[in-house]
């Protein structure tokens, strides 16, 4: 099982990127997915996550309004939109599913048992 995070990149303060998270190995359309996200010297945190079917999703407060979590089921994939991207955003996004099937979202990382590598997400002021 394979969790592949796409669409990182240096982009100026205002701009926008679109993150990509691709599984491999078995579907996760059944399954929460999430959104981290790791700063240098801060620990992980979540940044976006949604629910199976999509209904529910949860934002950070330092993101809301800004960045947008959806799922394609077709392609088994996970996104997140970014927009208005503040130098604070700068960190490695990492994208998270779970073996456990369960409404709702997950809001924590103990919940998330597949990580994807990292991709690096630079914002420059």
């Known amino acids: 099982v394979q969790l592949q995070a796409s669409g990182g990149g240096l982009v100026q303060a205002g701009g926008s990127l679109r993150l990509s998270c691709a599984a491999s190995?078995?579907?996760?359309?059944?399954?929460?997915m999430g959104w981290f996200r790791q700063a240098p010297g801060k620990e992980r945190e979540l940044v976006a996550a949604?629910?199976?079917?999509?209904?529910?999703?949860y934002y950070a407060d330092s993101v809301k309004g800004r960045f947008t979590v959806s799922r394609d089921y077709a392609k088994n994939t996970v996104s997140l939109q970014m927009n208005s991207l503040k130098p604070e955003d700068t960190a490695v996004y990492y994208c998270?599913?779970?073996?456990?099937?369960?409404?709702?979202?997950?809001?924590?990382?103990?919940?998330?048992?597949?990580w994807g590598q990292g991709t690096l997400v630079t914002v420059s002021s």
């Open positions: 998270a599913g779970t073996k456990v099937q369960s409404l709702g979202v997950l809001t924590t990382t103990d919940r998330y048992d597949y």
């Open positions: 190995g078995r579907t996760f359309n059944s399954y929460p």
């Open positions: 949604i629910s199976w079917g999509g209904g529910s999703t």
